[in-house]
């Protein structure tokens, strides 16, 4: 059980260009979810999703795209990177509220730091 | 617009003392407040969380104390040990749909404990 992976672990980009983080979680969860943390600033939710072919925007969504169309993985999209989204980017999974007493306990990758230069 | 707000930014304490950090909420729509702990290199891991009907929860040496009149509530960890050194994130939760939610979190308080 390898719990929430993120590939790759460190990547530079120029300005302009595009990239796919990718985001995996074994644990059979339905909700997933894209963080950038930023010096000072915390976790911001970029995106989020509640299972294949549902997604929703957060906190900081410009910039970034994503889909679902497995419940395994959440691919989160760079289109023309700028040096604004220089950060480190968590990838995280949870089960759905399913009903009262639910936890949401996220289990959290072991992040990607994305520098754009 | 910042809906969680945490302090102090950063933390010394003794090893062996209390260390208490502080959390306020504006939103009432809030429902489950989690405390996840962060080392470096790594992502933010679970560490408490409490529910707003529920004024207080120990789990061994760390404390969530909530206070829902107040909007606010805190993390305490009693004899503080090295192995404390992190940084400790507040969060609140609120449901944005069936099934769904969105986690806010604090920015975040950086613990130091010294020997």
């Known amino acids: 059980n390898a719990g929430v992976t993120q590939t790759p672990k460190f990547q530079v980009l120029k300005t302009g260009q595009s990239m796919t983080l990718q985001c995996a979680q074994d644990m059979n969860h339905e909700y997933m979810s894209w963080y950038r943390q930023d010096p000072g600033m915390g976790l911001r939710l970029i995106h989020y999703s509640v299972g294949a072919g549902i997604t929703d925007q957060g906190e900081v969504p410009n910039g970034y795209n994503v889909s679902r169309s497995t419940t395994e993985d959440f691919p989160l999209r760079l289109l023309s990177a700028a040096p604004s989204q220089t950060s480190v980017y968590f990838c995280?999974?949870?089960?759905?509220?399913?009903?009262?007493?639910?936890?949401?306990?996220?289990?959290f990758g072991p992040g990607t730091r994305l520098t754009v230069l | 617009q910042q809906q969680v707000k945490q302090s102090p930014q950063s933390l010394i304490v003794q090893k062996g003392g209390i260390s208490i950090i502080n959390c306020a909420y504006e939103n009432t729509a809030f429902d489950y407040f989690p405390w996840y702990q962060q080392f470096p290199g790594k992502g933010p891991a679970l560490l408490i969380a409490i529910r707003p009907d529920v004024s207080e929860k120990k789990e061994g040496r760390f404390t969530i104390s909530f206070n829902k009149s107040a909007k606010q509530f805190s993390l305490h960890i009693m004899d503080s040990q090295p192995g404390d050194s992190a940084t400790y994130f507040c969060?609140?939760?609120?449901?944005?749909?069936?099934?769904?939610?969105?986690?806010?979190f604090g920015k975040g308080t950086k613990l130091s404990v010294i020997p």
């Open positions: 995280a999974s949870s089960s759905v509220r399913a009903k009262r007493g639910r936890t949401d306990t996220q289990y």
């Open positions: 969060a609140a939760s609120v449901e944005t749909g069936a099934g769904s939610y969105q986690l806010t």
